[in-house]
């Protein structure tokens, strides 16, 4: 089972292409022949399977269909302080997340469309080995309570969790506030 680990936070990141996504750089690299660095992963992962069974088999996690706009990221441990100041306006539950690599990526939905992991905009979560069961939690934080927050909840797991999560979800929780 996984250890704790220190909560991530990222304010005022931009929504690429309406969207972010966290994955694991070398799942992903496994899942595609050794590499996945300068591949068109947008295009392969919308346009076909392909995005289903990456997000099925726990190698990235898509929170698409959002507004336009600046949010605060935070991926954090299901023990750790939510940073929502008021209940969730979205929960995703269902999705799963296997860490092999020593850091993370978070990006927005418009990097994978020329993949580079160690992209400059590319934020890298720091988060302990092993399967996790995850829940997307979308609503308001900050100082004023109006800031955009995405939680990405990890729960460790002591084996591969079953997926139940819909890869097609749409996570605009902004435009009904």
């Known amino acids: 089972m996984a250890e704790p680990f220190e ?3 990222a304010r005022e990141v931009f929504a690429e292409l ?3 996504v966290l994955s694991d750089p070398g799942e992903l690299d496994r899942h595609h022949g050794g590499s996945a660095s300068g591949l068109d992963l947008l295009e392969l992962y919308g346009t076909s399977d392909e995005g289903d069974a990456v997000a099925a088999g726990g190698l990235a996690i898509p929170v698409l269909g959002l507004e336009a706009g600046y949010y605060t990221l935070v ?3 299901a023990e750790a302080t939510a940073h929502l100041t008021g209940p969730p306006r979205l929960v995703s539950s269902g999705w799963v997340l296997h860490v092999v690599s020593d850091r993370l990526c978070l990006s927005g939905a418009g990097y994978l469309k020329r993949w580079d992991p160690n992209g400059p905009r590319i934020l890298h979560p720091v988060v302990p080995a092993g399967w996790y069961e995850v829940e997307v939690r979308c609503g308001f934080g900050g100082v004023d309570g ?5 939680e990405f909840v990890l729960r460790a797991a002591t084996d591969r969790p079953c997926f139940a999560a819909d890869p097609s979800a749409d996570f605009d929780f902004t435009s009904t506030a």
């Open 7 to 9: 909560t991530f936070i």
């Open 18 to 20: 309406g969207g972010f």
């Open 75 to 77: 991926v954090r441990g």
């Open 146 to 150: 109006e800031e955009p927050v995405i």
